[in-house]
């Protein structure tokens, strides 16, 4: 079955900076890459999302990159705040053959230092 | 609209109790997701619903684990036999058959503690 692997495990970052989280994905026929975000006791929250009909997405100060070829992804946060304190996951999927499940990273836990 | 919500939000039980899980997945959304969080780690897919189609049980742990989905709404996770392995937080997912039907959208958990 699919297998992400999520580097790095702990992520800690000057306010202002930039963090990058990376994954890696074993299936290629995974199609939809989301990332969540989740903050300490609640439920994780989708922040972006990326087809793999697609290079490169951006909201805001969020963007994620895809290269298929060697099956990794990865995501920017620019200008970091506070805020964006939390766990991130990243998570793959095979889409509508599969069911849309999705198969998680480990996880990495960002810390944004006022 | 009401988000994905689960009941209930905490239960502790002893070794060898069975225990039910409730989720309500967002109203219309026909798809219906499992997942259990061990302190610390990642998302580990357990149980799908999509509509009438019968269930994807491939990610339960063991026989003790199931699942039901009434009336393509409400869905229970049942663990019999509790072990203590099995304290975990475990999430519900749901989403729509519309254009972003790929996107879970996840409720708050239920924290379960074995003792």
């Known amino acids: 079955g699919e297998n992400v692997e999520q580097h790095p495990s702990t992520l800690s970052v000057q306010e202002g900076d930039s963090a990058v989280i990376k994954c890696t994905y074993s299936d290629s026929a995974s199609n939809y890459f989301p990332w969540y975000k989740q903050e300490l006791g609640k439920r994780p929250q989708l922040i972006i999302d990326i087809r793999s009909n697609v290079g490169e997405k951006k909201d805001q100060r969020i963007a994620v990159t895809l290269n298929k070829t060697a099956k990794h992804f990865s995501l920017h946060i620019t200008e970091t705040q506070p805020e964006d304190s939390a766990v991130y996951f990243c998570a793959a999927s095979k889409g509508r053959a599969a069911g849309n499940k999705l198969t998680f990273g480990g996880g990495t836990r960002v810390l944004v230092k006022p | 609209g009401a988000g994905v919500s689960q009941s209930p939000s905490n239960k502790v039980t002893e070794k060898g109790k069975d225990v039910e899980l409730r989720c309500d997945p967002i109203?219309?959304?026909?798809?219906l997701y499992w997942y259990r969080q061990s302190l610390g780690q990642g998302l580990e897919f357990l149980i799908y619903f999509q509509g009438n189609s019968a269930p994807d049980k491939s990610g339960l742990p063991s026989d003790r684990f199931s699942a039901e989905r009434t009336g393509g709404s409400v869905s229970t996770l049942t663990i019999q036999r509790t072990q203590q392995e099995d304290s975990a937080v475990y999430l519900c997912?749901?989403?729509?058959?519309?254009?972003?039907?790929?996107?879970?959208?996840f409720g708050p958990g239920t924290r379960l503690l074995v003792l």
């Open positions: 997912a749901s989403s729509s058959g519309g254009a972003r039907r790929w996107t879970q959208y």
């Open positions: 109203s219309g959304h026909t798809a």
